[in-house]
Structures are given as C-alpha cells and as structure tokens.
C-alpha cells in the first residue's frame, strides 16, 4: 500500500474522486502545511491556519499505478491556478503534494513534468516535504457519498468526476 497527502481545492472534490478510484483502499480528507498546532474547518477556511485541504489517498499500487492516482489529480482540479480552484480562494485550496520520502518526491515532480503538456499555463503546484496531517472532521468524510444532492456537489463536484472519467474511465466505478 502507498499513501499520497495531496490538495487541490476543497478536500469534497478529490475525496469524491479518489472514493470511486479502483485499487483506492481509503480517503481521508485532512488539513496539513500550516504552522497552527490545532487546526479546524472553521480556522482552515478562514485563512488563518497556513494549513491546505488535503485528502490523504491509500491505494494498492499492484491494482492501480501511481500514475494513474497522479493522473486523476492533475485531471481532477485546475494545477495551474494560485491559490484557487473556481470559486473557491485561498492558500487553504492551493495545488500541493505532500511527500513523504525521495522516492515520492521524484514522483511528484516527474508527474508535473509529465502532465504540464496538457496545460497551456504552467503548473504552479507545489511539492512540499510532509508535516503533520491532521484529520478532518467527520463529517467532511465521503461528503459527495453522504450529500451528493448537495448544491455543491451537483455544480463543483458533478463536473470534475466527469472530466476524471473523461480520461480514466477504466479505472473509475459509476
């Protein structure tokens, strides 16, 4: 099993992704990259922390390349933007991925070489040695499974599925 801490936009948006990646064991969503001791929703989203929305993804790289976990990351949010994903501003919603040792590292900066043909912008994601991760609240987990009439989840997240299974259908379930 490999784990890959990475953020991009709201943390709903890839934990609905990655939840129907095959090979995918578990997601957690999380906060991590900041410098508070105690982060929370509340302090996250206000800005205050330094802390990024990250989901923490757990797969099985015998069933599912890592590539393809990268992949559906750079497919799955716009890598491109500072600080932004749609309508959602802020550090807390940047483009990063946490590593956690060399190995890791090299992949991560190897994907962004390899996905940067994909995009006319450059990719401005960050690639930052993991600290601590803290875990999300519970109700933030499998948010788009609990509430995917949600307003949220039919206009932001609706549309980013789509486009990860646009290019990763074989390895998404419905």
Request: charged fraction near 20%; proline fraction near 5%; glycine fraction near 8%.
């Amino acid at each position: 099993m490999m784990t890959f801490v990475l953020g991009g936009g709201c943390f709903w948006c890839l934990d609905a992704v990655y939840q129907k990646t095959r090979g995918v064991t578990e997601v957690v969503s999380g906060y991590t990259g900041g410098h508070d001791p105690n982060p929370h929703y509340e302090s996250v989203c206000a800005g205050i922390t330094g802390h990024a929305e990250v989901v923490a993804v757990t797969f099985d790289e015998t069933v599912v390349p890592t590539e393809v976990i990268l992949g559906i990351f750079f497919a799955a949010h716009d890598p491109t933007t500072l600080n932004r994903q749609g309508y959602d501003v802020g550090t807390q919603y940047r483009s990063s991925m946490f590593y956690q040792d060399t190995e890791q590292k090299e992949l991560f900066e190897r994907a962004i070489e390899r996905h940067q043909e994909d995009w006319a912008n450059p990719i401005v994601t960050e690639v930052v040695r993991l600290p601590k991760f803290f875990v999300a609240e519970e109700y933030h987990q499998n948010f788009y499974a609990k509430h995917p009439e949600q307003g949220y989840c039919q206009v932001i997240i609706n549309p980013k599925l789509a486009k990860a299974r646009k290019y990763y259908a074989e390895w998404l379930t419905a």
